[in-house]
């Protein structure tokens, strides 16, 4: 396998561009918001590839730096997502957009990409949010989702006891303490609206 190529991007095409090195030149398919289009003519780039081997094709697809190809091999790894729908989403979201969409289980954010309907962005965000969530710079941004999800469950339950919106908000709101399980925030919550 071919993981990066260092070379020169001697043209690009709608698509891709055409890295140079040791004197062939690779055709590598990259999304189209990559900041690979402005490097050509630079010294020497590199590119981030995985080869993409098919019955009746053998394609290179590249990325600036290892987390966004990381990211294309986790989407590829759903059912029904292929390189193409990979690269498209990869293409209309930042990395971090996408990763934070499947974290937070928006759909609708995923649903942007070309090709990308409803169905698979739901499957794309039940198979990959545990693994999203345990890599990199966004595993933070999973801990607050989940405290965020049990503070509002909290609520939620609070609310089915009898308290008013109000009275459950600040009751929860009170609880010190984050990444608490959602039964932990519905006992310290009810313990300090008794000492009230």
Do not use: C, W
Not at 22 to 42: A, C, E, I, M, W
Not at 91 to 114: G, M, R, Y
Request: proline share 2%; glycine share 10%; aromatic share 6%.
């Amino acid at each position: 396998m071919i993981h990066y190529l260092r070379g020169t991007i001697t043209m690009s095409f709608d698509g891709g561009i055409v890295v140079e090195t040791g004197g062939v030149g690779y055709k590598v398919f990259v999304p189209d918001n990559s900041p690979l289009y402005t490097g050509r003519g630079k010294d020497q780039v590199i590119v981030y590839t995985v080869m993409i081997v098919r019955e009746d094709d053998m394609s290179l697809y590249g990325f600036h730096d290892n987390d966004s190809l990381n990211l294309f091999q986790q989407l590829r790894t759903v059912n029904g997502v292929g390189a193409k729908a990979a690269l498209s989403i990869l293409s209309s979201i930042p990395v971090d957009q996408v990763k934070k969409a499947i974290i937070f289980e928006d759909v609708n954010a995923l649903t942007k990409a070309v090709g990308v309907g409803k169905k698979t962005a739901q499957r794309i965000v039940l198979e990959l949010k545990d693994k999203i969530s345990d890599i990199g710079p966004l595993a933070e941004l999973a801990e607050q989702a989940a405290s965020e999800s049990g503070r509002t469950e909290a609520v939620n339950a609070l609310i089915g006891l009898g308290y008013s919106r109000s009275e459950a908000v600040s009751a929860v709101g009170a609880v010190e303490g984050e990444n608490l399980a959602t039964e932990e925030y519905i006992r310290l919550a009810l313990r300090g609206a008794q000492r009230k």
